[in-house]
């Protein structure tokens, strides 16, 4: 009778432990699911509305580059989580370096969208961005 206590006892131990080993082991997955999503660099094109010429460029999450006449900073980009339809979104700062009398307002400060370009408010004579990729 011991013998098949002890033996139930032991199988029920061993489901615990198989029951928090795949918790732990699914929630590790999702945590490197969700960093996937998150890119560390963020590429955009942008249009001289001057010359027509546009250029692909490369900017660093949490860096600020100069172009032109013009400020990025991305703060933040992201990748959808659906394969069959993606959309690309990204968090930018653009300050305009031309206009001296206030340099602490951004021209766009918000959200862009890959899918929809219109949808952001960025109102520049000279520049217009596009979100290309979030790698």
Known sequence: MNLIKNTKAGIVSFLKF????????????????SNFLEGNFVEI???DKVSSKNELLKIKVGKNIKYK???????????????????????????????????????????????SPTINPFDHPVYDIWLTKCY
């Open 69 to 115: 006449d013009i400020s990025i900073k991305a703060l933040k980009c992201k990748n959808s989580e659906f394969d069959d339809n993606p959309e690309i979104t990204a968090y930018l700062q653009v300050k305009d370096l031309s206009n001296k009398s206030n340099d602490e307002v951004f021209v766009f400060n918000g959200w862009t969208f890959s899918s």
């Open 45 to 47: 094109k942008i249009l």
């Open 18 to 33: 198989i029951i928090i080993f795949v918790t732990i082991v699914s929630s590790l997955n999702s945590a490197e699911e």
